[in-house]
């Protein structure tokens, strides 16, 4: 499965986003997702992971915020992100969850092309 992310840009403290990972393949509704970020210096962190059964899971800095959702029918996994903060910004990636923890980034593979946010203070 190939993943592609989007929906990135630049949004001030206290908006909304809407990120999209599109897969390709016939596949899709089996998989286990997660969002990940990366912002500049640092390493990649989990944000939000989603089972093939529709099960969320978030990072303590996504709970309350951020939620995940899936649409199996589009081959598509949803992040809406709101209230968000200038410690948000990020590349964020879509990658497919293999095994192991699944705040992990070694659990995960397939990874698509990041799409970067940026908010603003």
């Known amino acids: 499965v190939q993943l592609q992310a989007s929906g990135g840009g630049l949004v001030q403290a206290g908006g909304s986003l809407r990120l999209s990972c599109a897969a390709s393949?016939?596949?899709?509704?089996?998989?286990?997702l997660g969002w990940f970020r990366q912002a500049p210096g640092k390493e990649r962190e989990f944000v939000a992971f989603i089972s093939s059964s529709d099960s969320p899971y978030y990072a303590d800095s996504a709970k309350g915020r951020f939620t995940i959702a899936r649409d199996n029918a589009k081959n598509t996994v949803y992040l809406q992100m709101n209230r968000l903060k200038p410690e948000d910004t990020a590349v964020y990636y879509c990658?497919?969850?293999?095994?192991?923890?699944?705040?992990?980034?070694?659990?995960?593979?397939?990874w698509g092309q990041g799409t970067l946010v940026t908010v603003s203070s």
């Open positions: 990658g497919t969850w293999l095994n192991g923890a699944l705040y992990e980034t070694s659990s995960y593979t397939n």
């Open positions: 393949g016939r596949t899709f509704s089996s998989y286990d």
